[in-house]
């Protein structure tokens, strides 16, 4: 069973808004500060946002009052909401513990806002 599963990308015109979702198997999740990452083209994977067991989060500055990460832990479900999409958040994004655990990667969802 894959332990994480990412979902709700796509395509979206500047200034969008976009909601994934990532789904986890396996008791980790409740336990675990969970991140938001994404990786574009030629660059480095990026940690984007953390939310914590109880709740605390922090971003990156460049998403800081447009993105907004919450977790539901009756679901195991972690969601990244994205206002204001700008080009240069075009990426894959992926979901993890944060620290990442090297075994946890999925497949990332796609995310790419252009007009």
């Known amino acids: 069973q894959v332990p994480l599963v990412e979902s709700g990308g796509g395509l979206v015109q500047p200034g969008g808004s976009l909601r994934l979702s990532c789904a986890a198997s396996g008791n980790f999740f409740r336990f675990s500060a969970m991140g938001w990452y994404r990786q574009a083209p030629g660059k480095q994977r990026e940690l984007v946002a953390t939310i914590y067991r109880f709740g605390a989060t922090r971003y990156i500055d460049s998403v800081k009052g447009r993105f907004t990460i919450s977790r539901d832990n009756t679901k195991n479900t972690v969601y990244l909401q994205m206002d204001s999409l700008k080009p240069e958040d075009t990426a894959v994004y992926y979901c993890?513990?944060?620290?990442?655990?090297?075994?946890?990667w999925g497949q990332g969802t796609q995310v790419t806002v252009s007009s």
């Open positions: 993890n513990q944060d620290p990442a655990s090297p075994t946890y």
